[in-house]
């Protein structure tokens, strides 16, 4: 019996091994995107804040900044970019077969999805928790009086997982009714079919910010999840992995040394200090072991602009922004109490 286990671990290892011989001698996500000169970028189903479609049918949101600042960074133009809209259940396998080069859509970084699925999580762009969202008439103003409840959720999901321990840590009788689409899922909620949705907060907060009337439903203060989330690639790329990992701090470097879309050219002409020079391009070689070229952070900057203007234009009180508060929130830059950290750029 030993012996069986020890065979059929040990053919594991071996096949492990195999899967990585032959993605060190694949061609590289890098190769395979400078070739088809295109980023492919997978996002979710339209969502304000994060991914959504202007009358013109562009995207534009949060997640899509950063397909956008990788487009950017790899290839010069944040325009080279197919953004494909991939549902939430078909997300990890559309990256696992090569058809996305990235994923940049709400994902939640779990210890079994970074280990069991072939992918690799990069860097946490959107400190999230999940929460729940009722409609104001109903009067309840705790999630602990969900008592019995049906709560409208989607699956596939860490959210449907963290409902049910919930649920049954404070025996609420909770009964889920699971969507594998959000728009279905938002609808039924808003004709009734449950008492309660339950999503990331962000999520929530996107979901309200495209009902009729936003102002008749509240997010409850009860925050019951960890969501870390941000941009996910297949694993044993680490140059890719580099690359998007340090696309996402060029973001918030950026922000913390000051530079921004509008001031990026001066400070790249005359750097005020070596931190801004380095990064700029204007000194040094930061751009060599990740394979760009020089200019690949201050084109992120000119095109995308840094983590602070992203936020402000869509999570928070821009004109397409979804109204997340994020003074005080774990998304503030860690100089300013939060924990948006991005380790040096040299
Ligand atoms: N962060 C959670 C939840 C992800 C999630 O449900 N995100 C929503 C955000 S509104 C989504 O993807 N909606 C768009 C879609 O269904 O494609 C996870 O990674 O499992």
Not at 46 to 75: E, H, K, T
Not at 85 to 114: H, I, K
Not at 127 to 141: A, E, H, N, R, T
């Amino acid at each position: 019996m030993k012996l069986v286990k020890f065979a059929a671990a040990f053919a594991a290892a071996a096949g492990m091994l195999a899967v990585g011989t032959t993605g060190a001698s694949a061609e590289s996500t890098l190769e395979i995107v400078k070739k088809r000169d295109i980023l492919r970028c997978q996002v979710g189903k339209p969502s304000p804040g994060f991914y959504n479609l202007d009358a013109q049918g562009n995207w534009y949101g949060s997640d899509v900044a950063v397909c956008q600042a990788i487009a950017a960074a790899v290839l010069g133009d944040k325009n080279k970019l197919e953004i494909q809209s991939v549902s939430t259940q078909a997300r990890f396998t559309a990256m696992a077969n090569g058809e996305s080069d990235v994923l940049s859509r709400t994902t939640t970084w779990t210890l079994l999805r970074d280990t069991q699925l072939g992918l690799d999580f990069t860097a946490i762009n959107f400190y999230d928790g999940q929460g729940f969202m009722v409609p104001k008439g109903s009067g309840i103003k705790s999630a602990l009086e969900l008592k019995g409840a049906t709560v409208c959720v989607l699956t596939g999901t860490t959210t449907e997982l963290n409902l049910a321990d919930y649920n049954r840590k404070n025996n609420l009788k909770i009964q889920a009714v699971t969507f594998e689409d959000n728009n279905v899922r938002d609808d039924t909620y808003l004709q009734g079919g449950c008492d309660a949705i339950t999503n990331d907060k962000s999520g929530l907060a996107s979901s309200k910010a495209k009902f009729a009337n936003p102002g008749e439903h509240v997010i409850l203060p009860e925050t019951i999840s960890k969501e870390p989330l941000g941009p996910v690639v297949r694993q044993n790329d680490s140059q890719w992995m580099d690359i998007v990992k340090w696309t996402v701090y060029a973001l918030i470097n950026a922000e913390e040394l000051g530079i921004n879309s509008k001031n990026v050219d001066e400070m790249r002409k005359n750097p005020p200090n070596p931190s801004v020079g380095r990064m700029l391009g204007a000194e040094g070689n930061l751009e060599k072991g990740l394979g760009l070229s020089k200019d690949w952070a201050y084109n992120v900057i000119k095109q995308v602009g840094n983590y602070g203007e992203v936020y402000e234009a869509y999570m928070g009180g821009g004109k397409l922004g979804i109204g997340i508060d994020r003074a005080g929130s774990p998304n503030a830059l860690w100089t300013q109490g939060g924990l948006q950290y991005s380790p040096p750029f040299r």
